[in-house]
């Protein structure tokens, strides 16, 4: 049976990823710097995402994907490599697809020797398991959780005069701050005002602490390597929502591809009654503020 897909030209793709947040099916990505089609399953077909790409790199083509045939899509997938393999495998689990999933991991062990890739790695990406000596080290060091995920809030430190490394303020009061790893319902967030940076933001403006974190929450993401950035949606959403945070700025680079963080902050707001004042801060790759203005 013909239906139509989304196809994506990945010449003209910059992995902007402005595409993600406006698939509701969770069928696309950004991996390995392209946006990717990672479930014929689950695309409608409507096109929702194509006008959301400044780069045109989006169409909709007719072709034959009904019955939908795990074996073929698999054959498709694994040519593109892990990360495009380990996504597909995720998102049929998400939605509960477990036949397919199954028929997946078939296609992959009986074509084990043609694979670009160690299978296992990807199994056990897949269903969340670490090999057995690092769960071990970790139970014993951390009674079976990660430290570095856990939330802690406190009060950023008067400048150090004794510490001859130590120069300048920290203004960060909140742990941790990668939108992975945030939880929204931690009391820092709640009636805050938010800052939403690009990973290279902090690296490349000098006063980035004293001037723009202080006094503000923070989460950070790089909208073009990140990949499950339809969680960050999701964060977005309950920060907005269920947090009620105050205002959103978002700090982005003037590359292309960091477009896509202000497109989710957008996404994330467009469908909520309350309304939650929107500042961009564009800056160059040189640290300077290149625009600000409220959207």
Known sequence: MLREVVKIDEDLCNGCSACIPACHEGALQIIDGKARLVSDLMCDGLGACIGHCPMDAITIEKREAEPYN?????AFMAEKGKNTVTAHLKHLKEHGETDYLREGVRYLTENRDKLNFDL???????HGKRPAFEVNQMQHNHGGGCPGSRPMSFTPKNESTEN????????????PVQMHLINPAASYFQNSDLLLAA??????VGNFHQKFLKGKSVAIACPKLDTGQDTYLQKLVKLIDEAKVNTITVMIMQVPCCGGLLQMAKAAIQNFSRKVPVKVMVVSVEGEILSEEWV
């Open 70 to 74: 795990e074996v073929k899509v698999m």
């Open 120 to 126: 296992e790695e990807v199994i056990n990406e897949v």
């Open 164 to 175: 001859p490394l130590v120069s300048g303020q920290s203004e960060l009061r909140q742990w």
């Open 199 to 204: 990973d290279c933001v902090a690296f490349a």
